[in-house]
């Protein structure tokens, strides 16, 4: 057990398994994340980091393992329940409706669902006016909350995602590739919100492929390879790990998959 494992954790997964037929996308990997912390999930394209976030967040079934918010199994509950359980969070592509204002997007529920079946969301009627100028206040989208999705950088549409997710109010947030198609800066202000959102005590589970991104955001990494554990620990130590510079970086140690 790591140091990081000896933390109350908010979000664990146990043996977590998802098999498609023949492909075993996740094969026995596992987790444990301490609220306010950020973990950050490595590995090299098909190693299974989308299909753990979607057993995570129920949108595809377990073929064996455990879930656990709070150590209370939910690896059976409706993905629809997990917002009200805690947990939310955001996709690797932007889903902002094009007629409605930042304010009204961030009003939206994230709908689990939507995956796969395009936008399908709704205004969560428990979500105050409050909650929802704090989500974007939080994101530094204060001066944009009247403006349209059209008139956004591509930076400021990913933020009104995490804003969105962050409607919510969870205690764990998972962030699929927040940053992908962002410039240095753009990253380096995403990379700040979340430390930020840290120190506020929420528990995040990053999926990045940008190593030096993961370095300066992450408490703690878990590469992943062939849907198993290939190295864990602090970021320091993970990046150098032989597992990863084989798996990841591989030989030229290129910083971005
Ligand atoms: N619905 C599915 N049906 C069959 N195979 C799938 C399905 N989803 C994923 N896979 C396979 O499972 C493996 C893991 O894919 P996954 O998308 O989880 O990897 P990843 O690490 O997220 O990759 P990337 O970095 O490219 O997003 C791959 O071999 C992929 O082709």
Known sequence: MNAFDAEPAVLAAEDVAVHFGGIKAVDGFGLNLPAGRICGILGPNGSGKSTFLAAVTRLV???????????AEYQNAPPETLARRGLSRTFQTVRLLPDLTVLENVRLGADLHA??????????????????DEAIERTGLGTARSWRPGELSYG???????????????????????????????????????????????????????????????????????????????PADVVVHPA???????KRGRSHA
């Open 61 to 71: 079934s377990l073929t064996r393992g455990r879930l656990l918010l709070d150590g």
């Open 156 to 234: 400021m549409a990913r933020r009104v995602e995490i804003a969105r997710a962050l409607a919510a109010k969870p205690r764990v947030l998972l962030l699929d590739e927040p940053t992908a198609g962002m410039n240095q800066r753009e990253r380096g202000e995403i990379s700040e919100l979340l430390r930020t959102l840290r120190g506020d005590g929420l528990a995040q589970l990053l999926v990045e492929h940008d190593v030096q991104m993961m370095v300066d955001t992450c408490d703690h990494l878990v590469a992943m390879n062939f849907g198993a554990l290939a190295a864990e620990g602090t």
């Open 115 to 132: 995956r796969g079946r395009g936008v399908r969301s709704w205004f969560r009627p428990d979500t105050t006016p409050e909650v929802v």
């Open 244 to 250: 990863v510079q084989e798996a990841y970086l591989g």
